[in-house]
T-cell receptor, first 109, second 110 residues
């Protein structure tokens, strides 16, 4: 079954609104990472966050290992935040990170 | 600083033709290297990973093969392309668990 579930699948916001993206895992994880995928396909690492809370500017990531979930919070969204956000988990004793299907974010003016 | 390059940027190939995609990482010795594939609109899947020169582990069988001829080079290839090979191919490196991706190669098989 699907080991990494992302929600929502898509999200449309007005500029300035906040976004909350979720990632849930069905197995124990060793680490997890959030990526932003550009329309052309390339991936940029947003957060490497195996546990706890990390913040960078308007972005905050919180990973709770025991509950097998991670979230990405975007505050005061901007049009340039539009794109697809992917989460990936690396399982214990496994070298093949699993990716979620992504959340497609559209921020409108 | 480490840099990762992929070539070519894009390819259009015929079904049944051979393929070779390359990936080079500079500025890091003995990195873990990975190949990923993403079908249009699909989920990113890891295809292969390599911990060291000459060693490659297959994760997903897609009638592709990979090799690591040098410490900083990872090659993805096949002798006969299928329509289903179309998509976006990404190479990544990792010092431990955190992954860093290359710019990708878009492959269209006709």
């Amino acid at each position: 079954g699907q080991q990494v579930q992302q929600s929502p699948t898509s999200l449309v916001l007005q500029e300035g609104e906040n976004a909350e993206l979720q990632c849930n895992f069905s197995t124990s994880l060793n680490s997890m990472q959030w990526f932003y995928q550009r329309p052309g396909g390339s991936l940029i690492s947003v957060f490497y966050n195996p546990s706890g809370t990390k913040q960078s500017g308007r972005l905050t990531s919180t990973t709770v290992i025991k509950e097998r979930r991670s979230s990405l919070h975007i505050s005061s969204s901007q049009i340039t935040d539009s794109g697809t956000y992917l989460c990936a988990m690396e399982r214990v004793n496994n070298n093949a990170p699993r990716f979620g299907a992504g959340t497609k974010l559209s921020v409108k003016p | 600083a480490q840099t990762i390059h992929q070539w070519p940027v894009a390819e259009i190939k015929a079904v049944g033709s051979p393929l070779s995609l390359g990936c080079t990482i500079k500025g890091k010795s003995s990195p873990n290297l990975y190949w990923y594939w993403q079908a249009t609109g699909g989920t990113l899947q890891q295809l292969f990973y390599s911990i060291t020169v000459g060693q490659v582990e297959s994760v997903v069988q897609l009638n592709l093969s990979a090799s690591r001829p040098k410490d900083d080079q990872f090659i993805l290839s096949t002798e006969k392309l299928l329509l289903s090979h179309s998509g976006f191919y990404l190479c990544a490196w990792s010092p431990d668990y955190e992954q860093y991706f290359g710019p990708g190669t878009r492959l269209t098989v006709l």
